[in-house]
């Protein structure tokens, strides 16, 4: 339910669709027909080096050993090689890390270095290093749309994150301005809170957040389901992230005609109602004049998984 895999596992619609076979790896241990799971083992990063057979891969990169994974397989690989960066994590590393990155990526044989962050695009531009900007958003190929009990006088409002923890809440998404929010606005709203993936050992955080900010009876949380499911239940969408590529979420929420409301970090969706990052009195102000910023008129459904697919149709020629 993170962002990466929501893009792949969209893409894969358009790929069948366009007739073009496909394999999936997962850093992870999911897998179907379509999908093998590498259990995150170094020795399938090591085998791959030398098997591989596919006529175009494309790495979806999301850690930090990728960068130097990167460059091997540049200096092995016969085929088209393709790598989406979706993070900005590069701009925000001590200057002797981020040297050791742009070395290695200005020497690796990219057929094709794409950055969903145009923030993280114009930095690697800056550095000599090619690279296209193209988000990641892929629209649902289908939605099963779950009802929520209605709330007498309150309206639900859609804040989601891929993975609690301590240090991400933090630094990322800024989980404590939204608990901030809502307990200034809780007599109107209650926030449907979905998780990407569930982990035991970070409950206890999060309850001792909702016990802190007084919110505990405002908040439903749910896990490890897809957001497009409930966004039609809600008010609008709520994005407080310190750091951010774009904004998937953002698109989700206004192609079905829900307001999208976002911390202004980088460039967001086309619609989206922007306040000051980290700014809880422009937040409040934007959320209680959430009719009067939300012009639907100004949103424009992209099409850069469009554009992704006739990347891979042109390296099949």
Not at 89 to 111: D, E, G
């Amino acid at each position: 339910m993170g962002g990466i895999s929501i893009h792949i596992a969209r893409l894969e619609y358009f790929l069948v669709k366009e007739g073009i076979s496909y394999k999936i790896f997962n850093h992870g241990q999911a897998s179907n027909l379509h999908v093998t799971a590498t259990n995150k083992s170094i020795f399938w990063y090591l085998k791959f080096l030398f098997t591989h057979k596919g006529t175009i891969v494309h790495f979806h990169q999301f850690f930090a050993f990728h960068y130097l994974y990167f460059f091997v397989f540049g200096l092995l690989s016969r085929g088209k090689f393709v790598a989406t960066i979706h993070e900005e994590n590069i701009l925000y590393h001590s200057w002797p890390v981020q040297k050791i990155i742009l070395i290695l990526l200005k020497n690796t044989r990219f057929t094709k270095l794409i950055t969903v962050s145009e923030k993280l695009s114009r930095f690697l531009s800056e550095n000599a290093i090619g690279n296209s900007w193209l988000p990641a958003y892929v629209p649902p190929s289908e939605i099963n749309f779950k009802t929520l009990p209605q709330l007498p006088g309150k309206s639900y409002f859609l804040f989601s994150i891929w993975k609690l923890d301590k240090e991400k809440a933090k630094s990322v998404y800024n989980i404590e301005l939204a608990f901030s929010l809502l307990s200034k606005i809780q007599s109107d709203y209650h926030m449907l809170f979905l998780i990407g993936t569930e982990k035991e050992s970070d409950k206890d955080y999060l309850h001792d957040l909702l016990a802190r900010f007084e919110v505990i009876d405002s908040v439903t949380i749910i896990y490890e389901h897809p957001l497009t499911d409930y966004l039609g239940n809600c008010r609008f969408l709520l994005r407080t992230n310190n750091t951010d590529g774009y904004g998937v979420s953002l698109q989700e929420a206004m192609d079905l005609g829900i307001p999208a409301i976002a911390s202004d970090v980088c460039i967001r969706p086309k619609g989206t109602i922007l306040f000051k990052k980290g700014n809880l009195e422009d937040l409040h102000e934007k959320v209680e004049n959430v009719n009067k910023y939300w012009i639907e008129s100004e949103v424009e459904t992209p099409d850069y998984h469009i554009q992704l697919i006739d990347l891979y149709k042109k390296y099949l020629l």
